[in-house]
């Protein structure tokens, strides 16, 4: 496995199907730096909803693992229309986080899931 493959993290696996806390998401980004690759994509599938304060936690962790400086890419598939509202009002204010993007059939970046 090349360092630019894919590394899948079921969301499921690390937090509950509601995630009602910060430390979800922290605990969270403990797995994200344990992938052995660069490119990583947090599957939300039967994730039932995200508390406004985890989905800013969220929001930080992506922006924080995008910036050019850091070394993994981090992006969302499979995410429901309540996690996905949520994303969308606390990340109301700074729309710039998630560029706009062309959906993927399998990987879509969460801005896709916004407009």
């Known amino acids: 496995m090349g360092k630019n493959d894919i590394f899948n993290i079921n969301v499921l696996e690390f937090t509950p199907s509601i995630i009602n806390s910060r430390d979800?998401?922290?605990?969270?980004?403990?797995?994200?730096?344990?992938?052995?690759n660069n490119r990583v994509i947090l599957n939300f599938g039967n994730i039932k909803s995200i508390s406004r304060s985890a989905a800013q936690e969220l929001i930080s962790v992506k922006d924080e693992f995008n910036k050019e400086w850091f070394h993994k890419k981090l992006s969302f598939s499979n995410i429901n229309r309540e996690v996905s509202k949520t994303l969308k009002?606390?990340?109301s204010n700074n729309i710039s986080i998630?560029?706009?993007?062309?959906?993927?059939?399998?990987?879509?970046?969460?801005?896709?899931?916004?407009?």
Do not use: G, Q, Y
């Open 24 to 36: 979800c998401i922290k605990n969270l980004k403990k797995e994200i730096l344990k992938a052995p």
């Open 89 to 91: 009002l606390v990340n």
């Open 98 to 115: 998630f560029p706009k993007t062309k959906i993927n059939h399998r990987i879509a970046d969460i801005w896709s899931f916004m407009c």
